[in-house]
């Protein structure tokens, strides 16, 4: 496995008598990792705990050997999380929200590098424009350049597609795929089609557990018939189609 | 030194998303409020006639000297006199001891004195209350102070600035959560170890500020009442300020009222953090937020003397100038501000649970 590993140790999350996460056990190194499950599945459990927003209540999640949690700000500052009703501050403008997750990073963005990131999700036109006023896709492709800010080792998209017209998810898409080469990525979502178009490995979750692993063809004709039909055989209904 | 830079460019976007939150609508209508407040304290009947009471100030104004000393003995004499004879004029009159002309000349005085007698008692008042203070270093003077003290009353009384801080305060905390930026911005490098300090340095500055934007809005609606020259006219002049201990005048206590209250919208700064960790919603912390702020003020007539002097909405009304416990005040705000940073610890792990629910 290339680069550092994201180990996930019999993790389990339990609220009450509910086990969001059960026993959740597998190892991410580069790559594209696609999180496929339905609603209430424990995937956001799992980025939230990933995220350290929340802690497992029994298990270790380690990456390169050292427990996520012990390594605080220093696993945080490799992570990068984009969620996915993310709605930024209405008082800034584009270079502002760059600038600002830049310095959350520990990192010191000046105009000209936050509006190459801004270009790299097309909204170089809106640089200067305040956030408020700008549309859900464009939110979307703004949390996708402060997502891509200061190379991170670890990216987590929750929902990355949602709200992007076509033209939108294909340069997306292009931009996940350059970030695979040097990062653990996951891709948490509903839309098989997003993750047979990019996923190395495609995880599927149900009830908090995994239940399979599945190294993605991507050059298949059949792959996403294929996918479609275990997501069906997994959870007994049919996964939701891009818009 | 890095992290000194980090810091200090992230403070310039806590201020600035602070800034972008503050309608300026609401602070336009909260200037507004202050002199129709004002004019509303003038509108306030009273139990003597203002004007009267002016007129004899007039008279009066300065120091007080052995010939005006003499000036409110003969007027009380004079009013005396003249009302204690009522009955006996009347009875002089039906007798016919005194002429119709006599008793009608009588009765214009009589009439004239009846009206003064409530003013001259403020007065007279005022005169007693400075004998007392002879012999000591307060050096009264007399002037017009009727309007001066209904409006630093209703200086005292400024609730809204409190408001202003209290719910754009916990606005400015909410925002991440009402935004959904919680998460995003939680999940990075320095999102956690930042965050608080500069969020309560971005409120600091603004409250700061904001006080004494306050104070030079209330200052400039003063001149323009009670003339700007009556600012540096001795406190002591004014009886309802007599609990006062320190030798001021009417400026100086504005200052120390405005140093109290900027010491203490420092620690409300400080308590808006475990209020807003501590509470899920935004609009039930706004709810706790005003209940802890303000109940103090509706509750100050019954509340202990122990309290009144460390509870926040009582000591922004510039309680302790008035009753001398501005040591006491500053240390009580100092160690507020501490319990509350404390608490603010120890409520880190509530907040991220409810950051993760609200996203869940």
Redesign the interface.
């Known amino acids: 496995m290339e680069g550092k590993a994201l180990k996930f140790e019999k993790v389990t999350k339990q609220y009450g008598s509910l086990k969001a996460l059960d026993n959740f056990s597998t190892e991410l190194g580069l790559g594209i990792y696609g999180l496929l499950g339905p609603n209430g599945s424990g995937k ?1 459990t799992l980025m ?1 705990c990933i ?4 802690r497992p209540t029994s298990g270790k999640i380690t990456y390169g050997g050292e427990d996520i949690y012990s390594l605080g ?2 696993f ?2 490799r ?1 990068s ?12 403008t584009a270079v ?1 929200v760059i ?3 830049a ?4 990192l ?1 963005y000046d105009t000209e590098a936050a509006q190459k990131a801004l270009n790299e999700v097309n909204l170089l036109s809106s640089a200067k424009k305040r956030v408020g006023g700008f549309s859900g896709g464009m939110k979307r492709r703004l ?1 996708i350049a ?1 997502t891509l800010i200061g190379d991170p080792e670890v990216v987590i998209f929750d929902e990355p597609t949602a709200g992007l017209d076509p033209e939108e998810r294909l340069r997306f898409k292009n931009l996940i795929r350059e970030m695979g080469k040097t990062s653990t990525v996951i891709l948490a979502t509903h839309i098989i089609s997003d993750i047979e178009a990019v996923a190395d490995y495609t995880l599927l979750i149900k009830s908090g557990q995994l239940i399979n692993t599945v190294e993605n063809d991507k050059q298949a004709q059949t792959h996403t018939d294929a996918l479609e039909q275990l997501y069906m055989e997994s959870f007994g209904h049919k996964a939701e189609q891009e818009i | 030194m890095k992290k000194t ?2 810091a200090g ?2 403070l310039g ?1 806590e201020l ?2 602070l ?3 503050i309608n300026i609508a609401a602070f336009i209508l909260l200037m507004a409020i202050k002199p129709l407040s004002g004019m509303m304290y003038t509108l306030a009947p009273t139990e003597y006639s203002k004007d009267i009471y002016h007129e004899y100030l007039d008279e009066l104004y300065g120091a007080p000297t052995a010939e005006k000393e003499q000036y409110i003995l003969d007027e009380k004499e004079r009013i005396d006199d003249i009302l204690s004879i009522y009955e006996d004029m009347i009875l002089a009159y039906e007798r016919g001891e005194i002429t119709a002309e006599e008793y009608k000349a009588y009765d214009e005085e009589y009439t004239r004195a009846k009206a003064q007698q409530p003013a001259f008692d403020k007065v007279y008042q005022k005169y007693q209350y400075y004998l007392t203070l002879s012999g000591t270093e307060k050096k009264p003077q007399y002037f017009y102070d009727l309007e001066i003290i209904e409006y630093i009353n209703g200086f005292g009384a400024d609730v809204m600035f409190i408001l202003f801080l209290t719910v754009f305060g916990l606005r400015f905390w909410g ?1 991440d959560r009402t ?3 919680s ?11 930042y965050r608080d300090n500069l969020r309560i340095a971005a409120l600091l500055i603004v409250s700061t500020v904001g006080s004494a934007l306050s104070f030079c809005v209330d200052i400039g609606i003063y001149a323009a009442r009670c003339g700007i020259g009556t600012l540096f006219l001795p406190l002591c002049g004014m009886e309802e300020f007599a609990a006062c201990a320190y030798n001021v005048n009417i400026l100086g206590y504005l200052l120390l009222v405005l140093m109290i209250r900027i010491v203490w919208s420092a620690a409300v700064c400080f308590m808006l953090v475990p209020i807003y960790k501590l509470v899920g919603n935004i609009y039930a912390c706004i709810t706790a937020g005003a209940a802890v702020i303000f109940l103090p003020l509706v509750l100050m007539p019954s509340l202990p003397e122990v309290m009144i002097k460390a509870l926040a909405g009582t000591q922004l009304t510039g309680f302790a100038v008035l009753n001398n416990d501005m040591p006491l005040s500053i240390i009580a705000a100092v160690l507020t501000a501490g319990a509350c940073y404390a608490l603010s610890f120890a409520f880190r792990k509530l907040e ?2 409810h ?2 629910n609200n ?2």
């Open positions: 956001s939230k995220a350290d927003i929340i700000a220093d945080r500052g992570l999380f984009m969620p996915q009703d993310i709605d930024f501050y209405s008082g800034f502002d600038k600002y997750f310095l959350l990073k520990g010191k949390g402060v | 830079k980090t460019a992230l976007f600035k998303k800034l972008g939150l925002s935004g959904g930026m998460l995003a911005v939680m999940s990075s490098k320095y999102g956690r170890q991220l649970k950051i993760a996203s869940a």
